[in-house]
């Protein structure tokens, strides 16, 4: 079956030679650059689940790595307290560097832009909806916009609540109407976040909640987030929703009282401090630490970084992520460890799996007699298995990587 898999990975997913790791040596473990402070007092993590070797070198090879990628020859990357990075090209996918790419992390609310990327083509920004009590049901003291029951809101308000504010009322009303508007709607809209995720190829996010409040089995990866990101900054309103500096929530006159209008501010600091800042997300909870998205434009190029698992100190998560654009910015265009897969890769590589795989396992024979087809469990399996690698690296690579990386641990 590994030979199987090994050449099916190598027929369906040959990427052209720029996409391929600069040298093989960056498959390496290598630690990430980390500056020197006081573990902070924090609950357990949540247990990822078991890594999958292809999962984790999707896109590249060399991002199969807990540790730190880079190119050769690139600027030392800043030290960051980040458990988890990475740096993309927005517009040629070109991953610049990277620290643990796809490895699990809770995201907190940075999973706000999985329902923007989701649902904001499905709503239409102009329409005005009421709010639900259900729409309030979050968890006592985290972020919300101030939403009230009863109020009538446009939905274009509502986006600007959850990118600048993290308002977890308004990612469960966007969520509830994005679903139907019903009392399904809510659930309806994570499911269809979990399938907009996988149809990007990103295989290492689960979302539980529309807000990235904290729920059991809910992680992400700093490379899905650079997938959803890449989607979420093509679309026009996304763009202008995240750089909008300050927004106006308007005044509700309810049957039992009256509501003042307030203003709110974006909380993304890259936007005020970061010439070129083209916007992004912040996200924190208890468990999941600080997270962060942000991209920049800087002569006539555009980066992105995502970021999980930080401390605030002694920089916050958005500071990080500019330090880490710049050490973008001073690679030279064409720098790559890998790529971002697109959608199209991904919907390709899964319309030739089974195609692929019953030419592997039911196919004929070198001598020409028709080989016994494999049960179908196991078929089904290995095209899975298949649709999921998406690199250019053979698959036997990466099973040597996870053998060096339990003989790496067995010696610390």
């Known amino acids: 079956m590994t030979r199987i898999l090994a050449a099916l990975a190598a ?7 720029a996409a391929l790791p600069a040298s093989p040596a960056l498959a390496a473990e290598l630690p ?9 007092s924090m609950p357990p993590r949540p247990v990822p ?10 896109g590249g090879s060399a991002l199969a790595t807990h540790g730190l990628v880079a190119a050769e020859g690139s600027p030392r990357p800043p030290a960051v307290t980040a458990t988890t990075w990475l740096v993309a090209d927005l517009d040629t996918g070109e991953v610049l560097g990277a620290c ?3 490895v699990h992390q809770t995201p907190a609310s940075v999973q706000k832009i999985l329902l923007a990327a989701t649902a904001l083509e499905q709503l239409d920004p102009a329409q005005k909806v009421t709010i639900t009590r259900g729409d309030l049901n979050i968890e006592p003291g985290s972020s919300a916009v101030g939403l009230v029951v009863g109020g009538v809101y446009p939905i274009s308000t509502l986006w600007l609540g959850l990118l600048l504010n993290s308002g977890n009322d308004a990612a469960n009303a966007l969520a509830r109407l994005a679903g139907g508007g019903g009392n399904d709607g809510l659930p309806k809209t994570v499911a269809a976040m979990n399938a907009k995720a996988a149809s990007l190829g ?6 539980v909640t529309p807000s990235g409040l904290d729920g059991k089995g809910q992680f992400t990866s700093a490379y899905d987030l650079a997938l959803i990101a890449r989607v979420c900054f093509a679309n026009d309103d996304f763009r202008k929703y995240v750089l909008t ?3 106006k929530m308007p005044a509700q006159k309810l049957k039992s009282r009256k509501v003042g209008g307030f203003q709110f501010q974006n909380e993304n600091k890259l936007v005020y401090n970061y010439p070129g800042a083209l916007g ?3 996200g924190f909870t208890t468990l999941a630490r600080h997270s962060y998205v942000g991209a920049a434009e800087r002569d006539g190029r555009r980066l992105v970084v995502t970021l999980l698992g930080a401390e605030a100190r002694p920089l916050r998560g958005w500071e990080q992520g500019a330090k880490l654009l710049d050490w973008g910015f001073a690679q030279p265009k064409g720098t790559s460890v890998g790529h971002l897969v697109t959608p199209e890769e991904v919907a390709e590589a899964k319309a030739a799996a089974p195609a692929e795989e019953e030419k592997a396992v039911g196919g004929e024979t070198e001598s020409g007699t028709a080989r ?3 049960p179908r469990g196991l078929a089904v399996a290995a095209a899975l298995s298949v649709a999921v690698v998406l690199t250019a690296a053979p698959l036997l690579l990466l099973l040597t990587q996870r053998r060096r990386r339990r003989l790496a641990r067995s010696t610390r």
């Open 11 to 17: 027929t369906l997913f040959a990427v052209p030679a």
């Open 245 to 247: 500096r300050s927004a």
């Open 202 to 207: 990103a295989n290492q996010t689960h979302a």
């Open 372 to 374: 016994p087809s494999a």
């Open 32 to 40: 990430c650059p980390k500056p020197k402070v006081a573990a902070p």
């Open 100 to 102: 643990g790419p796809h």
């Open 49 to 58: 689940p078991a890594e999958n070797p292809a999962d984790m070198a999707v």
């Open 280 to 282: 992004g997300k912040t």
